[in-house]
């Protein structure tokens, strides 16, 4: 009865310490995609450049296509919230 009392607690505390490498190791996977994920979009996710050249574009539009354009994307975007659910 002690030997199966004492190899139960041998597996039970093997399967505790396995559980507590596996959680540390896919911590410290989550850490090194972090760093992946950081690195790779880093450069690619400054927005100012962006918004800036379509500044650009948009001074080469005519005042009257860019009000036209604009009242039509408001208009656009109220007729969008009407199909939006509800939010709590």
């Given at each position: 009865?002690?030997?199966?009392?004492?190899?139960?607690a041998?597996?039970?505390?093997?399967?505790?310490?396995?559980g507590?490498?596996?959680?540390?190791?896919?911590?410290?996977?989550?850490?090194?995609?972090r760093?992946?994920?950081?690195?790779?979009?880093?450069?690619?996710?400054?927005?100012?450049?962006?918004?800036?050249?379509?500044?650009?574009?948009?001074?080469?539009?005519?005042?009257?296509?860019?009000?036209?354009?604009?009242?039509?994307?408001l208009?656009?975007?109220?007729?969008?919230?009407?199909?939006?659910?509800?939010?709590?």
């Open positions: 009865m002690k030997t199966i009392v004492q190899i139960l041998g597996v039970l505390i093997l399967l505790h310490l396995s507590c490498v596996t959680k540390r190791r896919e911590a410290e996977v989550r850490a090194d995609d760093k992946i994920v950081e690195q790779e979009l880093g450069t690619e996710m400054s927005l100012r450049e962006d918004r800036d050249s379509l500044k650009d574009y948009r001074r080469e539009v005519p005042e009257d296509t860019q009000k036209q354009n604009d009242e039509l994307a208009f656009l975007n109220l007729m969008r919230q009407g199909n939006e659910n509800p939010q709590m």
